[in-house]
């Protein structure tokens, strides 16, 4: 039986229009870095530094003296609070904030994990109403544990966090191959893509994985007993 199901945010539980791309690139963009939309995707999900840092380090014609990594996601994480505070089309996913409750309800503890650091996160949660004891049980962000993902370390200190002892009682959920090595690293049952977020079936299904969903609202029927 499951336990806990730790679900990302941006992407599998939180519609935004693709912000995180869009902020990332400008970022690079104002330090003199250009990137390609294909290039920020595939970082999806890594802590953000870890993500800036890569993108900095593959572009071509790289120079001497590269951006500073700090400085790029201090940038980052500016315009990101920003945009989470204002924009308007900032919302849960279709039916995200029910499928908390079904899993509550059913007696699974719910969490939430991200590749931001607490600064971005609690803009959002504050923005969606988010709150630990009500719509969720709790979040961990990367900047919060030693290794974000793909490293199972977040998953670790939750499990830690709401007394859940062994992996095979955790279900991760997220849209990126990140995600999925942290499931699969953390040794989780279920390993679960959604395919409607910044990555299709087809980007997920090399990576590890036990079930591919188009929606977090397939989620509790593969974590509650029964359906």
Known sequence: MIELVVLDIAGTTVCDEDAVATCLGAALSGAGVDVSPAAINAVMGLPKPEAIRR?????????DCPPDVDAVHGDFVARMIEHYRTAPQIA????????????RAAGLRVALNTGFNRVIT?????????RDGDAIDTSICSDEVSRGRPYPDMIHALMQR????????VAKVGDTPADLGE????????????????????????HAHTHLVESVRDVPALCIPGG
């Open 55 to 63: 993108l900095i380090a593959a572009r071509p014609g790289a120079p």
């Open 183 to 206: 499931g699969t690293a953390a040794g989780c049952r279920l390993v679960i893509g959604v395919t409607s977020g910044t990555h299709t079936a087809i980007q997920l299904a090399p």
């Open 162 to 169: 709401c007394g859940v002892r062994a992996a095979e009682r």
């Open 122 to 130: 609690a803009a959002l949660l504050d923005r969606l109403n988010w």
């Open 92 to 103: 849960p996913v279709d039916g995200a904030t029910a499928v908390f409750r079904r899993l």
